[in-house]
C-alpha cells in the first residue's frame, strides 16, 4: 500500500456513478486543496482525505507531492500510433499550398501509408509504435485508443491489430483500446471499385478481426471521395452484428451526414466534426452518442476547429483526443491537446480537462475504472511541479515540461 501526502491540489474528484459531464456541467473541477490519497497493492485508489486527517500506519511507500497538483492521467479516445515510418515529404507539400485532399487524390496520405505499412514487418512495426507510446505514457497519458487503417488489405489490417494486441500485452499498466478501420480509404487493389471493397471489409476481413478478437471497435471514414452514408450503414452493422461496437469519423471536410449516420448506427463516439452545422448540434443534443474533437489535426492543417463552444452550449458530453497519425496530427501530447482547446476552441481550462479526463474515458466506455479521482478506479495517476500552481496554469505554459512524476496503477512508468 502506498500514500501520496502533502497535495497541494487534488484535482478531478467525482462520484463513482458519473459517466461524463454534460454541457454547464463541464465548467466544473472537484478540487481538494492540501491532501493525502492511498494506493491499494491491486493498484487502485482506495482513498483520500485532507492532510489533517491523513491516516496513520506504515506503508509501503510514502510519496511526497511537496504541494503539487495531483490529477488523473490523460484518456486519448482517438488515435492511429501504429504506423510505419513518417510522412514528412507532405508536411512540406502542405507547407507549399497542398491540401489534406489534393494529396490524398495525387497517391498520398492514407495510402501512402498503406504502403508503407505493407512492407513492414510485425515486429518493426511493434518495435516503432512501442517508442510512440513510451513516449505518450511519460507525457501523462495512461489510456489510449488505437486504431488500425493503414493496411487495408486483410493481411496488413490483422498484422496492425496484432501489433496492439502485443502493445496491450507489453504495457498492462495503461488501458489500450483497439479498432478496426479497415474502411479507412479503399486499398489499391480495389482502385476503382469501391462497392467491392466494401463487400471485402464486410465478408472477409471483419469476420476475421471478429474471429481473433482482435477489436473492441469498428470505424469508418464517412467522408466525401471516401466512404459513403450508406456504405458506412452497411460496415457499422455488420460490425455490430460481429459484437463489436461502433465508433466514426464523421464530418472532417464536408457536411456529409457521418454525425447523423454514427448516432443512428449507436456509435459510442463520432469524431472530427470540423464541418458540423445546427442539424449535426441538434442531433448531437439529444444522443448519447459522445462528440469527440480533435483540434490537432485542425492546427497541423491550418483547418477550421470543430464548434467546441457551441457544442458544450448545446448541452454535449465533448471530448478531446490527440488523432496521433503520421500524416494530419503527429503530435500525441495531450498537454498540448489542452492548450489547443483553450487557446483555439475558446473552452475554459476546466472545460477542456474534462474533455480529455472524464468524458475521453466515457467515449471509451472506461468511465468504471479511468477519467477521475476516485476510490475504487486505478491509480493513474500525474503529478505536476511544485510550481504549477493551478490548473490552468498547464495549458497556459503550452511547451513547459510540467509534470514531475506520472503512476500508472500505482507505479512509476
Request: charged share 20%.
Amino acid at each position: 500500500m502506498k500514500i501520496i501526502k502533502n497535495i497541494g491540489q487534488l484535482a478531478g474528484i467525482l462520484p463513482a456513478d458519473c459517466h461524463g459531464l454534460y454541457g454547464a456541467g463541464m465548467s466544473h473541477v472537484e478540487i481538494m486543496p492540501d491532501a493525502w490519497l492511498t494506493i491499494g497493492d491491486d493498484g487502485m485508489i482506495m482513498g483520500f482525505g485532507p492532510m489533517t486527517h491523513v491516516p496513520e500506519g506504515i506503508f509501503d511507500e510514502t510519496i511526497d507531492a511537496r504541494g503539487a497538483i495531483v490529477t488523473p492521467t490523460f484518456c486519448d479516445s482517438h488515435t492511429h500510433l501504429v504506423y510505419a515510418g513518417s510522412r514528412e515529404g507532405e508536411f512540406i507539400d502542405k507547407i507549399r499550398g497542398l491540401g489534406y485532399a489534393e494529396i490524398a487524390a495525387h497517391g498520398g496520405g492514407i495510402l501512402n501509408s498503406a504502403d508503407r505499412l505493407n512492407d513492414t514487418d510485425e515486429d518493426t512495426l511493434f518495435e516503432q509504435a512501442s517508442r510512440r507510446l513510451t513516449q505518450v505514457r511519460a507525457m501523462g497519458t495512461g489510456v489510449i485508443e488505437i486504431k488500425s487503417g493503414y493496411g487495408l488489405t486483410l493481411d496488413g489490417e490483422l498484422k496492425m491489430l496484432r501489433v496492439i494486441r502485443r502493445l496491450r500485452e507489453a504495457y498492462p499498466d495503461m488501458a489500450v483500446k483497439s479498432t478496426f478501420l479497415g474502411a479507412h480509404a479503399v486499398g489499391r487493389a480495389y482502385a476503382g471499385r469501391q462497392e467491392e471493397y466494401v463487400s471485402h471489409v464486410i465478408d472477409d476481413m471483419l469476420p476475421a478481426v471478429a474471429g481473433e478478437g482482435l477489436a473492441d471497435y469498428v470505424d469508418v471514414f464517412c467522408e466525401e471521395g471516401f466512404f459513403t452514408v450508406a456504405q458506412t450503414e452497411r460496415i457499422l452493422s455488420a460490425g455490430t452484428a460481429l459484437g463489436i461496437t461502433p465508433r466514426l469519423h464523421a464530418n472532417q471536410l464536408h457536411c456529409s451526414g457521418g454525425v447523423q449516420t454514427g448516432i443512428a448506427c449507436g456509435a459510442v463516439s463520432v469524431d472530427h466534426l470540423e464541418s458540423v452545422g445546427d442539424a449535426e448540434i441538434e442531433a448531437l443534443r439529444s444522443a448519447e452518442t459522445i462528440p469527440t474533437l480533435l483540434p490537432g489535426a485542425s492546427f497541423f492543417l491550418g483547418e477550421p476547429f470543430a464548434p467546441a463552444r457551441r457544442l458544450i452550449e448545446a448541452g454535449c458530453r465533448v471530448a478531446l483526443a490527440s488523432d496521433y497519425n503520421p500524416g494530419s496530427s503527429p503530435s500525441g501530447s495531450m498537454k498540448f491537446v489542452w492548450s489547443l482547446g483553450c487557446i483555439k476552441m475558446k473552452l475554459s481550462p476546466e472545460e477542456a480537462f474534462n474533455a480529455i479526463t472524464i468524458n475521453a474515458a466515457a467515449a471509451l466506455g472506461l468511465t468504471e475504472s479511468y477519467g477521475s479521482i476516485t476510490p475504487g478506479k486505478a491509480a493513474s495517476l500525474i503529478i505536476y511541479q511544485p510550481w504549477v500552481n493551478s490548473l490552468a496554469y498547464i495549458p497556459y505554459a503550452y511547451t513547459e515540461p510540467t509534470i514531475a512524476r506520472v503512476l500508472l496503477r500505482g507505479c512509476d512508468i
